[in-house]
């Protein structure tokens, strides 16, 4: 039985949506090969727990998202990078493309929401061991996917 976390960061929160879709099809083969220690969607408890696998979407816009995504890299066997914000920041990591002006002008709202200045994947703070691209995500590659770490 393998521990698994799923976790979002700065996203929409599509891809875990993703997963809630396939557990139609999966649920009760799942039931037997994972145990959900994390997934703040329908878990009260966010203590980051040992885990087998961390499913990670979103990208890292936050100092504390920096600390956040560091533990779970430190307490995770395999760090799987879901969906392309996480895998390499897009879409939300748009505002780094503004123009000058309009970085500027919203100046005020990254001090206030204790922003970095920019918007990046997930590499640029830890190491990730697998990355499932797609916004979101493609259910099929996913279920394929979950299938080889539960192997
Ligand atoms: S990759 Fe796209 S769909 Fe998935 S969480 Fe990020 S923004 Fe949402």
Excluded: W
């Excluded at 703040?40 to 961390?54: H, V």
């Excluded at 204790?114 to 990355?131: A, C, G, I, R, T």
């Amino acid at each position: 039985m393998k521990k698994v976390g799923f976790f979002s960061f700065t996203c929409c929160e599509g891809c875990i949506i993703v997963f809630l879709e396939l557990l139609n099809k999966k649920y009760f083969e799942y039931l037997k090969k994972m145990k959900i220690e994390n997934f703040r969607q329908i878990k009260t408890s966010e203590k980051i727990k040992k885990l087998d696998i961390a499913f990670v979407e979103g990208a890292i816009s936050t100092e504390s998202e920096i600390r956040k995504l560091k533990e779970i890299r430190e307490k995770s066997k395999l760090l799987v990078a879901l969906g392309s914000a996480a895998v390499n920041g897009y879409p939300s990591n748009q505002r780094n493309n503004f123009s000058k002006n309009k970085k500027q002008e919203i100046q005020k709202l990254i001090k206030k929401f204790h922003q970095l200045k920019s918007v990046e994947p997930l590499k640029s703070f830890v190491k990730v061991d697998d990355e499932i691209p797609g916004c979101p995500v493609d259910e099929a590659l996913l279920s394929k996917k979950i299938d080889s770490y539960l192997k």
